[in-house]
């Protein structure tokens, strides 16, 4: 399958994300005049200011997962997009940043042996990647924020064992200049399933506070995970996740509020 499935969940439609006029002003575009890039069970369209993502959009079968190894694997420039358009491997070397996935890698590789591989190879494009502090994205580090996924099949009766997820970097003007690249400081992902035939979606927002003491001083400074209203969401981004803002889990007291809810850990995460 090639690229994000909207129609994915089952019985439910996740369309890909509209943009305000702003962002999708500044989408780069591929050798083709495209906006938007497909691979193997993801999308994404790319910001052409700060060479990430503005979003990535990928589907997960939890019922078909299968294991391949990333041995061998490498990060590398997607000739879809010119070089000057995208962040390489200047950035993370001699640092304690990582190149972390958006799409995770682990999510992707489902299906025929075959096309799990071929999204397994897919998901080291440097269009899927971005810099985050060793400490929350290598695996023997990993908390919440890369488990988010596995705590709602771990916690919800996922139908179909079917999740689609649209996450990314939240750009704004005071992200951390290095290295002639602004680093975002927060990053977003929307979760949308069906439970019981209803859809069901949660908003998560990761932040750090002092990101440059991290990648100066080797500081050990915790990321910190908020779930957060889907309405929220898509004004701090200038994104729209169709009909996934009506489906909330967060309360309608906590929804109105527009107030974040700090998660430390699976069970202070909203789910009905």
Do not use: C
């Not at 391949?68 to 995208?86: H, I």
């Not at 957060?228 to 967060?250: I, K, N």
Request: a negative charge; aromatic letters at 10%; proline letters at 4%.
């Amino acid at each position: 399958m090639a690229g994000f499935d909207s129609d994915f969940l089952p019985g439910a439609s996740v369309p890909l994300p509209t943009a305000s006029d702003e962002v999708a002003g500044d989408y780069a575009l591929t050798t083709s005049g495209e906006q938007v890039r497909h691979y193997t069970h993801y999308s994404l369209a790319m910001s052409g200011s700060r060479r990430f993502a503005r979003w990535v959009a990928w589907n997960i079968d939890g019922g078909a997962i299968v294991k391949v190894s990333r041995k061998g694997q490498k990060f590398v420039l997607d000739t879809q997009y010119a070089p000057d358009q995208q962040v390489g491997d200047d950035l993370y070397s001699d640092n304690r940043l990582d190149k972390g996935h958006i799409a995770r890698r682990a999510d992707l590789i489902w299906g025929p042996e075959a096309e799990a591989r071929q999204a397994n190879k897919d998901s080291f494009f440097y269009t899927n990647i971005t810099p985050q502090l060793d400490t929350f994205n290598q695996d023997s580090r990993q908390g919440l924020w890369g488990e988010l996924e596995d705590a709602i099949f771990a916690d919800v009766d996922v139908d179909h064992l079917r999740v689609s997820v649209i996450g990314g970097p939240m750009f704004a003007d005071d992200d951390f200049p290095y290295r002639d690249v602004l680093v975002p400081r927060s990053f977003y992902k929307v979760i949308a399933y069906v439970e019981n035939g209803d859809l069901r979606a949660k908003a998560f927002v990761l932040t750090q506070d002092d990101l440059e003491a991290n990648v100066r001083a080797f500081g050990l400074e915790q990321f910190k995970v908020f779930q957060t209203p889907v309405r929220d969401l898509e004004a701090r981004t200038g994104l729209t996740f169709a009909g996934l803002a009506d489906s909330d889990t967060l309360g309608a007291r906590e929804r109105g509020a527009g107030r974040p809810r700090l998660v430390r850990g699976a069970d202070d995460v909203v789910v009905d």
